[in-house]
């Protein structure tokens, strides 16, 4: 849909835009509980490694799913995720397990937790840790009972509190804890959150579901954390959104970046509680208040409950999984990103799916959104620096950042503006479109007023392929719109009409006085995640392009707007590998 260049640009075709539209519904990902009975037990013969990350978490082979249970525990990161250890396709799965000092650099272990008892025959499901009192961990988690795909919530706990790793979990024979009644579909019934615990002394845990078209976050309650008993109606539900996966409920502070433990109840606090919604695959949250006493959460009237409301990431980002991480008071945030090609390739490439870099999460100073960043562990891999300060874009210029391995890269800029007043005027036709359908409409090709400008990354050398990473201002009567999109039409030249290339947008609530924009992107062969504004949008893009690999892969900053932009500074990394020593782990691995 975009190349940068100085001659005429073409915008997207109309049926282009209904086929955007169409997957805007379910983010062009397959379900993560599809099964593929004659491919999820396919050995892996010969991994292919183009297109593999650098630096992002991901084993040698197979598929990953969710991220599970993420805890800081003595010292150490727990990191268990849903993993197939026979093939590269959801199935088989169990929870993998590694651990770390740093979040960057891990060490795989054996699995955590695997099906072994009648409580989780067919299948070990998402979950989350609680470090209950005396320092004690404990993961509730969801256990496949039947063939029918009946879903109960059971727990597991170290074997040996004294080992460093928390290599051996047990499941005692008291499970499962948590059973549905006859007001539950107990064929969407899972994910339970991490316990949080009341002045009343009671221990709650959500779990997600649906009944009808009505998306729940069912409430259960405990003295002992081993006998729970269902609340008279859910934490909250809505109407029309379909099943709730992984849901996270959490405090944040109204002032600062500081983390809080899920079971904080002090002053000057708010409530975030987020889903993934199984129909649409997007995160979406919201902000509001948890009244203690009624046991039910109320958004603010700022937060949209519903699919256009607030989404962590408006890109490929899905089932993600929050914890306090106590030793630098933060709360940070796990997320996976599923592949964006097909089962066929993904089996004969032999992997798929990575996890996200964590990222701290804190309430923005409005108190009406979230901001997130990338964790600060992640600079100890910055090697090589280039930098650029003071460059003017005219419309149609393109600057090429050298001197870094563009493929493997942490790139941060700030532009800047003179004026507002060529922001072009916002379509009143687009008011009930996504952002994303905006994007298609209006891509990094079609020339603007202030925009588009960004960065094009993972870029053959005469822009056959890219993916560019932009902004563009529209003004809405006194007010201006700022879109963010991270779009991968142009992003391979690989005829598949079966490949998933969307134009991933999402609007950015940020003030303009200053008439500065930053962006952060994080470039990793096949996976660009993207922040703007200091973390108030966060766009996520699975890429696969044939040119622009390796060391032939080129990036560009890139102005396609009548207004001049100024490349205020730009600083880019070459991003070197974190330390993970597969050998040290399970044959699964």
């Not at 539209?21 to 004659?38: D, E, M, Q, R, T």
């Not at 003595?74 to 993998?96: E, K, T």
């Not at 009406?368 to 960043?373: R, T």
């Amino acid at each position: 849909m975009d190349c940068l260049k100085k001659s005429s640009l073409f915008s997207l075709p109309f049926f282009l835009l209904y086929f955007s539209i169409i997957l805007s519904f379910n983010n062009g990902v397959n379900a993560s509980h599809k099964v593929y009975p004659g491919l999820q037990s396919t050995s892996t013969v010969d991994v292919k490694n183009v297109h593999r990350t650098g630096y992002h978490f991901q084993p040698p082979k197979n598929w990953i799913n969710d991220p599970n249970a993420p805890m800081y525990f003595n010292g150490v990161y727990h990191l268990f995720y849903q993993y197939n250890p026979y093939g590269s396709v959801w199935g088989n799965i169990i929870w993998a397990h590694s651990v770390s000092t740093d979040l960057i650099n891990w060490i795989p272990l054996e699995p955590g937790i695997y099906p072994s008892k009648v409580f989780d025959k067919y299948g070990t499901w998402s979950g989350s840790a609680t470090i209950l009192p005396n320092n004690k961990p404990i993961i509730l988690y969801t256990g496949i009972v039947d063939a029918k795909n009946t879903q109960v919530q059971n727990y597991a706990i170290p074997a040996n509190l004294s080992d460093p790793f928390l290599r051996k979990w047990i499941k005692p024979d008291n499970n499962p804890l948590i059973v549905s009644d006859v007001t539950i579909n107990k064929t969407q019934f899972r994910d339970p959150t991490t316990g949080w615990l009341g002045r009343d002394g009671y221990w709650r845990t959500l779990i997600g579901s649906v009944w009808g078209k009505e998306g729940l976050a069912i409430l259960y309650k405990s003295r002992d954390f081993m006998k729970w008993t269902k609340a008279q109606h859910p934490l909250h539900s809505v109407n029309g959104t379909g099943n709730w996966e992984c849901p996270d409920f959490f405090p944040v502070l109204l002032h600062g970046t500081n983390g809080l433990d899920a079971s904080y109840t002090g002053k000057n606090i708010k409530h975030v509680l987020k889903i993934s919604l199984d129909v649409t695959r997007f995160e979406y949250y919201t902000v509001g208040k948890y009244d203690t006493k009624r046991d039910r959460y109320i958004p603010d009237k700022t937060s949209i409950d519903g699919w256009k409301g607030l989404r962590l990431d408006y890109g490929n980002y899905y089932a993600s999984k929050s914890f306090y991480d106590p030793s630098k008071n933060r709360r940070i945030m796990w997320g996976w990103a599923n592949e964006s090609d097909t089962v066929n390739d993904d089996v004969k490439k032999g992997w798929a799916g990575i996890q996200t870099i964590p990222r701290k999460l804190w309430l923005d100073p409005s108190g009406k959104q979230l901001v997130q960043w990338p964790v600060e562990e992640l600079e100890t891999l910055r090697g090589q620096k280039i930098q650029l300060s003071n460059r003017k874009l005219n419309k149609g210029d393109k600057i090429e950042v050298k001197g870094i391995t563009p493929a493997q890269a942490d790139v941060e800029v700030t532009f800047s503006f003179s004026s507002l007043d060529k922001a072009e005027p916002f379509d009143p036709n687009w008011a009930n479109l996504y952002a994303q359908d905006v994007c298609a409409i209006k891509g990094s090709t079609v020339q603007g007023g202030l925009g588009p400008f960004g960065l094009l990354t993972l870029a053959s050398q005469n822009l056959e392929e890219y993916t560019p990473v932009f902004f563009r201002v529209f003004k809405v009567q006194d007010k201006y719109k700022v879109l963010m999109c991270s779009d991968a039409s142009r992003s391979t030249l690989k005829n598949d009409k079966t490949m998933y290339k969307p134009s991933f947008a999402g609007y950015v609530d940020v003030d303009l006085t200053s008439k500065r924009l930053s962006l952060r992107s994080l470039i990793d062969h096949s996976v660009i995640e993207s922040f703007g504004a200091g973390g108030k949008t966060c766009i996520t893009s699975r890429v696969y392009p044939t040119l622009a690999i390796y060391d032939n892969a080129h990036l560009f900053v890139f102005n396609n707007g009548t207004e001049t932009i100024k490349i205020e500074s730009l600083n880019a990394w070459t991003m070197g590998k974190p330390k993970m020593n597969w050998s040290f782990g399970h044959s699964s691995y």
